[in-house]
């Protein structure tokens, strides 16, 4: 059985895809990972107040159905809130600052 052992050298090839990723700039796709986090946190943090506030309400009856039904609610709401109270905005900008 022979092996081959001719490898090639990426760095010679002209439209090598190493070379073109050189010039990528990431600093967009970082802005945008960094908002989406700063995004999803804060749905997080809402979720949270959400589940702490409506704990001992009755709004959807009593017994663990209501319980459900609570989660299922604060999660909706939280998740279509995201990026609406402020907290998201104030972190984005703290991190970013930092970043540099």
């Known amino acids: 059985m022979e092996l081959n052992t001719?490898?090639?050298d990426i760095n010679n090839i002209k439209s090598s895809p190493v070379k073109n990723y050189e010039k990528l700039?990431?600093?967009k796709l970082e802005n945008e990972a960094l908002r989406?986090?700063?995004d999803d946190f804060e749905s997080f943090f809402m979720q949270q107040l959400?589940?702490?506030s409506l704990k001992s309400t009755k709004v959807a009856g009593e017994g663990s159905g209501s319980?459900?039904?609570k989660g299922m609610y604060t999660e909706a709401i939280s998740r279509?809130?995201?990026g609406t109270i402020g907290i998201?905005?104030?972190l984005y900008n703290f991190l970013s600052e930092r970043k540099k």
């Open 36 to 38: 989406k986090v700063s």
């Open 50 to 52: 959400l589940d702490i």
């Open 25 to 27: 700039n990431t600093s």
């Open 67 to 69: 319980d459900i039904i």
């Open 88 to 90: 998201s905005d104030m």
């Open 6 to 8: 001719n490898f090639v």
């Open 80 to 82: 279509e809130s995201k």
